[in-house]
């Protein structure tokens, strides 16, 4: 517990600090998961007839976004699902396959890493971490709020029960000297680990939508007396900083901001009988507006001690968001804000608060519609 004490602490923006803003275009990516009939076997090999038919996502990407350079080793993924579980098949190229955690729950991207980011509501609060390398070591863990909203430290203790897990290698682990393809990875998230983070439907229902993302750690190695060590930089004495690469660009080298997450859609279908599209939905870009106040709001702040209800004070333009009544409704006390955008039909209200909680209220309008 000490290590993941000392992580928190490290990673936390607390709120002396000014909050970073992602700078790239709000373009989360999007996939749509299909039905298997057929429980897949959970072997690491992605061989089953389900996952020929399920489609790669796109290979991933720098974390701050195409401004950085295309990552030296593709990784890619499919999605699929049925009544008990998620499945998740991961293909990480790696021409040195290496690792050296044996250990449940330590620090997983110490080395090489594939990881999971799971936010069944999208409201960024109660999401699941979840790291493994090629040893198929695992992390889980739970985030009660992202770490720059709480000074409380991830529930290391979180397990996800009936988790299932394999890595299969395409080369030999630890073996300087001889060119690997990589590592393949396969998961089976049980239905019931997400009851515990969100009140949604578990098995979804068809064209619900997720927040998910998926991460790669890559550290810069050499061989030294037949074992791979971590680049260091002569500079520093420590290592060099390790490349960080996702399926949905975050714009800011930190994976907890899951406003910045893919979307992952349910389908009924099963895979490879029906192509379907995206549903868009208007309250996202509602909950995105919103997000741009919560950013400014953090940091009017930390420079000044107090949330404003002005919002030209923080630097937010005049803008229409299709399906919602403008300007925004702010409220704030001295430690607390809230804002909202109410629907044109007035049946919702899209909502944010200080601590970055998200959230959709319905009205009795609504309601007896």
């Known amino acids: 517990m000490k290590k993941i004490f000392l992580l928190f602490l490290l990673s936390t923006v607390c709120f002396a600090q000014q909050l970073p803003i992602p700078r790239i275009k709000f373009s989360p ?3 749509i998961c299909y039905y298997t009939s057929k429980p897949l076997r959970i072997d690491g090999k992605l061989s089953e007839t389900a996952w020929k038919k399920a489609k790669w996502t796109n290979d991933f990407v720098d974390i701050e976004g195409p401004s950085k350079p295309i990552p030296r080793f593709r990784t890619r993924v499919k999605m699929l699902w049925d009544s008990s579980y998620l499945y998740i098949g991961a293909e990480i190229n790696e021409p040195e396959v290496w690792a050296t955690l044996r250990q449940r729950d330590t620090v997983i991207f110490y080395d090489n890493d594939f990881e999971v980011f799971i936010d069944p509501d999208g409201d960024t609060h109660r999401y699941s971490e979840f790291e493994m390398n090629a040893f198929n070591t695992v992390w889980d863990l739970l985030l009660i709020k992202p770490y720059r909203d709480t000074w409380n430290a991830p529930l290391n203790d979180w397990d996800i029960h009936g988790l299932k897990t394999a890595v299969t290698v395409q080369g030999t682990i630890n073996k300087p000297g001889d060119k690997d393809k990589g590592w393949t990875v396969e998961l089976a998230f049980p239905w019931e680990a ?4 969100a009140q949604v439907s578990t098995p979804p229902k068809n064209e619900d939508q997720w927040r998910i993302n998926f ?3 890559e550290w ?3 061989v030294v007396n037949g074992i791979y060590k971590k680049e260091i930089n002569p500079a520093t004495g420590k290592p060099f900083p390790e490349d960080n690469w996702v399926w949905s660009p975050q714009g800011v080298v930190n994976m907890h901001y899951p406003e910045m997450w893919g979307y992952i859609q349910f389908s009924t279908n099963k895979v490879g009988t029906k ?11 509602a909950k995105w507006y919103l997000r741009q106040i919560y950013y400014r709001e953090r940091n009017y702040f930390d420079s000044t001690g107090s949330f404003t209800t002005d919002l030209k004070k923080i630097g937010m333009k005049n803008e229409d968001v299709p399906g919602f009544e403008m300007p925004p409704v702010v409220e704030c006390t001295t430690d607390y804000f809230e804002a909202r955008l109410q629907s044109l039909d007035g049946t919702e209200n899209v909502c944010i608060r200080n601590d970055s909680r998200v959230w959709i209220k319905h009205s009795l309008k609504a309601q007896t519609k």
């Open 29 to 31: 990516q999007k996939y």
């Open 194 to 197: 997400f009851k515990e983070i």
């Open 215 to 217: 991460s790669r750690v």
């Open 220 to 222: 810069k190695t050499h």
């Open 275 to 285: 192509s379907e599209s995206f549903v868009e939905r208007k309250e996202e870009a």
